[in-house]
T-cell receptor
Framework: GAVVSQHPSRVICKSGTSVKIECRSL??????MFWYRQFPKKSLMLMAT?????????EQGVEKDKFLINHASLTLSTLTVTSAHPEDSSFYIC??????????????FGPGTRLTVL | GQNIDQPTEMTATEGAIVQINCTYQ??????LFWYQQHAGEAPTFLSY??LDGLEEKGRFSSFLSRSKGYSYLLLKELQMKDSASYLC??????????WGAGTKLIIKP
């Protein structure tokens, strides 16, 4: 099946620094990728939809200047948390949509990146 | 290797009961999640099991057997709105999520 990877899997950083998280589709080309944030035992909160070659679409309440998304190729999207603060500590999950999959809405999820801001 | 298996698609009748199975093989185990995802929407958290047994939450119940690497999600009194994809995911020893491919549940009147 389709595989989505994320790097790094875990990152600890100091308050005020920026952190970049990569999301890659390993065996398919993803025109659309999604970035989610998950709080413990809670539903995934969609942060933004990333489309290759165009600007990301952010959900209401998500600061686009703080969470920079770049979808530079059909297999890579990056999320950069700028000037991170402790409240940004969370589990970030990406997913990718395979346009050639039978179901148009099928998303393949990455393993997640745990961000801890000290 | 790490692997999660769940049926691709299931069909059930409104008002009936359906059980969605999930088997897994992971490096370490820090719990199993079930999510519901309607088309075009973000996954909604349904349950989290880390100990063996059955956890009931309204019309939905989730069961876990760690020794068998097995879980199921039980949906009772099915409603048309329950038509969705149901995702099984485990968390390994590194607290990474391993996702099943999802089970598309179709509810018929």
């Amino acid at each position: 099946g389709a595989v989505v990877s994320q790097h790094p899997s875990r990152v600890i950083c100091k308050s005020g620094t920026s952190v970049k998280i990569e999301c890659r589709s390993l065996d398919f080309q993803a025109t659309t990728m999604f970035w989610y944030r998950q709080f413990p035992k809670k539903s995934l909160m969609l942060m933004a939809t990333s489309n290759e070659g165009s600007k990301a679409t952010y959900e209401q309440g998500v600061e686009k200047d703080k969470f920079l998304i770049n979808h530079a190729s059909l297999t890579l999207s990056t999320l950069t948390v700028t000037s991170a603060h402790p409240e940004d500590s969370s589990f970030y999950i990406c997913s990718a949509r395979d346009p050639l999959a039978g179901e148009i809405d099928t998303q393949y999820f990455g393993p997640g990146t745990r961000l801890t801001v000290l | 290797g790490q692997n999660i298996d769940q049926p691709t698609e299931m069909t059930a009748t409104e008002g009936a009961i359906v059980q969605i199975n999930c088997t897994y093989q992971t490096s370490g185990f820090n719990g199993l999640f079930w999510y519901q995802q309607h088309a075009g929407e973000a996954p909604t958290f349904l349950s989290y099991n880390v100990l063996d047994g059955l956890e009931e939450k309204g019309r939905f119940s989730s069961f876990l057997s760690r020794s068998k690497g097995y879980s199921y999600l039980l949906l009772k009194e099915l409603q048309m709105k329950d038509s969705a994809s149901y995702l099984c995911a485990t968390m390994d020893s590194n607290y990474q999520l391993i996702w099943g491919a999802g089970t598309k549940l179709i509810i018929k009147p």
